[in-house]
């Protein structure tokens, strides 16, 4: 055991169930005098867990029938761009990041197609692991032109995301998105401590800013953690 409070040992051990696949989406959780009895501690122990990851929206209580993992899934606005980071804090939750790379490139042939410029071209590229309380959401691969942004390999993006720099220096006009279902490779896998059989989302993703393509981003969600909607107004 941990120097942890016990409620945040048995939180943790909740949470690393869900993460695992031991608690499924709409499975049930062990009863609380489960969890007193296997952890040594009082039921108003655990119930200030379970009662913490019931705020969070991880678990939902049914009186007389038990607690439950709910299948509700980080939501993204497909057709609008926002920050990742903004919109799990709109949820009440906790955002975090690891920059796995940060580093120059050039574009091959299938970059230099997808950003409008010559084989050889020099871009800047980042790759970051987004999380929502502390579950990887989106493995983020980006490039951007370097000549078009001097100071990306700077930014310290553990701070503030991609999309917030660039939206700063070159504000969105226009933005593409081709989505496709995909299964991770291993290198996914690892990332978003996921296994091979899990189906992800990929989302593909231009941003003009004017007439300049400024980016180039492949967006990879955990179909089990994530979702992506579209509103379109009648006629549009």
Not at 62 to 76: I, Q
Not at 154 to 180: C, R
Request: glycine share 6%.
């Amino acid at each position: 055991m941990s120097n942890r409070p016990r409620y945040q040992q048995i939180k943790g051990y909740i949470l690393d169930g869900i993460k695992q696949g031991t608690y499924t989406s709409g499975s049930k959780i062990p009863a609380e005098v489960e969890l007193a009895k296997q952890f040594e501690v009082s039921r108003m122990t655990v119930n200030k867990a379970i009662r913490d990851l019931v705020q969070e929206n991880l678990l939902v209580r049914y009186p007389g029938m038990g607690t439950f993992v709910t299948d509700a899934k980080a939501e993204s606005p497909l057709v609008d761009i926002r920050n990742i980071a903004e919109e799990v804090v709109q949820r009440g939750h906790r955002y975090s990041c690891s920059v796995i790379k940060l580093q120059e490139a050039v574009a091959d042939e299938v970059i230099a197609m997808q950003m409008g410029v010559p084989v050889g071209t020099s871009l800047y590229r980042s790759v970051i692991v987004h999380r929502e309380n502390d579950l990887p959401i989106q493995l983020e691969n980006r490039f951007v032109i370097a000549r078009l942004l001097p100071d990306y390999l700077n930014q310290d993006f553990t701070a503030g995301t991609p999309h917030e720099y660039l939206s700063k220096m070159y504000p969105v006009s226009n933005v593409e998105h081709i989505v496709e279902a995909i299964l991770p490779d291993p290198n996914v896998q690892q990332l978003l401590d996921i296994d091979a059989n899990t189906p992800c989302l990929l989302v593909n993703r231009r941003t003009w800013s004017d007439d300049r393509l400024v980016s180039f981003a492949c967006l990879t969600y955990p179909g089990t953690r994530y979702k992506l909607r579209s509103f379109a107004s009648p006629g549009v």
